[in-house]
């Protein structure tokens, strides 16, 4: 059950990761843009993708959640329980730190990236219990 349940996480976090891409680059080619996920000032999801922070070393956070729930996916649905779990443990650790600088940097909730983080933390936990129980 717990290898399903990290399955479909990782597919959820695809869905929502190409949802997050799909904003951003529909955001960069009409600045009037706005996505439902821009509910006012302090709650806008575009608001934290075009930030500074809404890219790590020139790659754009929305491909690398591309990357991360397609492996995460491919591993789990292989038996590689051990491999989810600590890749898991990076991206919450990777969370933690995006939703600092999300709430407290960026002053902004952004409802796509807030969601992402607690699928992390289901990852993380199911990962765990996949692995070692």
Known sequence: MTETTVEVLALLGFVISYYSLYVEKRFAQEKNYKPICDINDRISCSKAFTSKYGKFAGIP?????????????LLAANGFAMAVFWLSAISLAGSLYLAYLQYFKVKTFCLVCTSLYVINILLAVYSYKTAFL
Do not use: I, K, S
């Open 61 to 73: 956070n929305p491909y690398l959640g591309f990357v991360f729930y397609l492996a995460v996916f």
